[in-house]
């Protein structure tokens, strides 16, 4: 089992800027990729970012320049570095880790951006 606790999240003026971090514990030695997800009301979940072990990465087209995710391997923590906000980015951000058996989920932290 891998457990994953997001935080990091607020208020914040558009514009402003935002570090997530998403720490892994249980078996996180046996996690290969991570990544970031958000929910808007009334909308899908969408991809935000993803990290491989090897430090690989991979972002949606609309965080693309403004947002950037990295990962501490030695403390089974990765973050998503946001800056430049904007309203649209308000959302409920979650964290996700995946092994060779499951993806894992984290409860979330809502980001609300104001204009």
């Known amino acids: 089992q891998v457990q994953l606790v997001e935080s990091g999240g607020g208020l914040v003026q558009a514009g402003g800027s935002l570090r997530l971090s998403c720490a892994a514990s249980?078996?996180?030695?046996?996690?290969?990729?991570m990544g970031w997800y958000r929910q808007a009301p009334g909308k899908e979940r969408e991809l935000v970012a993803t990290i491989s072990s090897g430090g690989s990465t991979n972002y949606a087209d609309s965080v693309k320049g403004r947002f950037t995710i990295s990962r501490d391997n030695a403390k089974n923590t990765n973050y998503l570095q946001m800056n430049s906000l904007k309203p649209e980015d308000t959302a409920v951000y979650y964290c996700n880790a995946l092994t060779t058996l499951r993806l894992y989920w984290g409860r979330g932290t809502q980001v609300t951006v104001s204009s």
């Open positions: 249980g078996r996180s030695s046996s996690i290969n990729s």
